[in-house]
């Protein structure tokens, strides 16, 4: 299996209890840089893989390719993790790693484990409170949205289909024994709960 850990902002003590005991328990850490290294060495041995800063597409996917070879036997006998700062699904070097791997090695199995994101860390170092609906950019296209205490999810679904998003993800009470999380969009009910999340997403 191959893990994504996020390890936070960089503060040891921001590491989660399950990243720690992740970290711990693998058979081989990764990471992509030596901030992360740091992070990762009171709990395990990490190897740097080199994930250059570019934007030639072609250079990257060749060098995506190279570390996925270079993990997949690893991952398909034992745990390994790729621990990095931030949040594994958010702006992440794994996101391209694990495309990669699902890619040419679909018999990998990856999964990811949260960590606190540039977006959570920034408002409480900046004392900067967000009690409203707000907007996060990298200057890309904007393909992805996330509506929370969805209590309407098809009502929701057919809003945003009619913006152009055709990929849907339901979720409810995350991460406790009540958990829901529905990918089929024709089973998605009509009604959620406070503790529920529509995710849309275009192609």
């Known amino acids: 299996m191959l893990i994504g850990v996020g390890l936070g902002p960089g503060d040891p003590e921001l590491l989660t209890l399950k990243a720690v005991n ?6 081989k850490v990764y990471v992509p840089g030596n901030m992360a290294a740091k992070l990762v060495e009171p709990y395990a041995t990490p190897e740097i893989l080199d994930f250059p800063m570019l934007r030639d597409y072609d250079v990257l996917n060749e060098v995506w390719k190279k570390n996925a070879d270079l993990i997949a036997d690893e991952a398909r006998n034992g745990t390994v993790v790729f621990g990095l700062i931030g949040d594994p699904n958010f702006f992440s070097t794994f996101t391209h790693l694990k495309r990669v791997m699902n890619k040419h090695y ?47 999810p098809r009502q929701l ?20 024994d009540k958990e829901v999380i529905i990918k089929n969009r024709d089973d998605i009910p009509e009604k959620g709960n406070y503790f529920s999340i529509v995710y849309a997403k275009k192609d």
Do not use: C, M, Q
């Not at 992740?22 to 058979?27: A, E, G, R, T, V």
């Not at 990811?112 to 009690?131: K, L, Q």
């Open 22 to 27: 992740i970290l711990k328990n693998s058979d």
């Open 106 to 152: 679909p018999d990998v199995e990856t999964s990811t484990v949260p960590g606190i994101s540039s977006i959570t860390s920034f408002a409480a170092r900046a004392d900067a409170e967000v009690d409203t609906s707000f907007e996060v950019s990298d200057g890309s296209e904007t393909k992805h949205k996330i509506r929370l205490k969805a209590n309407r």
């Open 157 to 176: 679904i057919e809003e945003f289909s009619k913006e152009g998003y055709t990929d849907f993800i339901f979720a409810e009470r995350l991460f406790s």
